[in-house]
């Protein structure tokens, strides 16, 4: 459900979304996060490179969802700065947890969840110390679930995965993209991002339009030990740019409270609410998290089209989930139940 257990493969077939940017590119965008004007000159000294370089490195930024001002006389300056993805800070707010976690950081990367799971195909087996993340502050290549793209914007989003080792075989795996749903509720509530809702099977939603997205892969056999990559998108603060990529109805953190987080602070969050909810899942499946699940589901006693993988659909009235995760639909034959697809709200009150 929700789970792709031949990821390793699907992974290899990147799909570009974005250009990707230079290491020069970076080195100026974080010169020009202080909110000032840079003259080409002043960069190009400081970096060491000729202002023609600059003035390069810059043309394509908006494409990654930036804006970057450029006044004659007083140089470049970032519209909207970027607060920076930055370990020695995710660390520091991680706490005494800080030393569970492999931490890398990257500036860009094709996928988080790919990189991972090339990485899950190597070490199965072998000793892990500590619980493998990878945060990206640019995705080229940012895969959605049902082989859609993900789009996400320079500093506009939060973009990583992490891997963890089960001993459990892939159908131990049943409802884990759920409970993965409830874990990042519990931190949007801590951080003050309120009334998020969940939309089976692993959809983050706030007023119908998707905030956060949740991609599991599996890499491992039938008995075990399976490694379960799971990669989450949250959208921070979209460009208009980043938008108009994006065909559903999307929304933001600022938009719904109407201030940008620390988004280092969020990320140390996230990976102490998903590490603990991974504990909580190894410990008892799906069971416990259901009831959570369940008061925070969108359509639940709702009338719902499910869209099936075969391109079937069928109609029906949410009556919660099984154990396993799947959806419980009443439907004009009965209460049937389904573990995969994908649902869409047939009357919006
Ligand atoms: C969805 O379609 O809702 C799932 C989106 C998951 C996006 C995240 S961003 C980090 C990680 N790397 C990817 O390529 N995808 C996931």
């Not at 007083?74 to 370990?87: A, F, H, K, T």
């Not at 990878?134 to 995705?139: G, K, P, R």
């Not at 559903?248 to 990976?271: E, F, H, K």
Request: with cysteine; net charge negative.
């Amino acid at each position: 459900m929700s789970i792709d257990t031949q990821a390793v493969a699907q992974a290899g077939k990147i799909c570009t979304t974005l250009v990707n940017m230079k290491p020069l590119t970076f080195s100026i965008l974080r010169l020009l996060s202080n909110n000032e004007f840079h003259s080409g000159a002043t960069i190009a000294q400081t970096l060491g490179v000729s202002r023609a370089s600059v003035s390069n490195a810059l043309r394509d930024v908006d494409e990654a969802g930036l804006t970057v001002h450029r006044v004659h006389g007083r140089g470049y300056r970032l519209l909207d700065p970027v607060q920076w993805l930055e370990r020695e800070a995710i660390l520091k707010y991680l706490g005494g947890e800080a030393d569970n976690f492999d931490l890398v950081v990257m500036d860009s990367i094709d996928s988080t969840n790919t990189f991972l799971l090339h990485d899950a195909s190597r070490e199965i087996n072998c000793d892990r110390t500590g619980i493998h993340v990878v945060a990206a502050e640019l995705q080229t290549g940012g895969r959605g679930r049902r082989g859609r793209q993900w789009h996400s914007g320079l500093g506009g989003s939060l973009a990583f995965s992490m891997s963890w080792q089960f001993q459990q075989g892939a159908s131990f795996m049943s409802g884990l993209s759920l409970a993965i749903g409830v874990a990042i509720l519990r931190t949007f509530e801590s951080a003050g991002i309120k009334n998020a809702v969940l939309k089976w099977p692993n959809d983050v939603m706030y007023n119908l339009c998707k905030l956060a997205g949740i991609l599991i892969e599996l890499h491992g056999d039938m008995l075990g030990p399976t490694v379960v990559v799971i990669g989450v998108g949250v959208n921070l603060k979209l460009s208009d740019n980043i938008q108009a990529r994006i065909d559903q109805g999307v929304t933001d953190v600022y938009s719904i409270t109407g201030r940008m987080p620390d988004r280092n602070a969020l990320l140390a969050a996230l990976l102490n609410d998903l590490a603990t909810a991974l504990r909580e899942f190894e410990r008892g499946g799906f069971a416990p998290f259901k009831e959570e699940w369940v008061s925070r589901h969108l359509c639940e006693n709702k009338v719902v089209k499910l869209h099936l993988a075969d391109g079937s659909s069928q109609e029906g009235t949410v009556h919660g989930v099984a154990d396993d995760g799947s959806l419980l639909l009443q439907t004009s034959a009965g209460m049937r139940s389904y573990s995969g697809g994908e649902i869409t709200l047939c009357r919006i009150a």
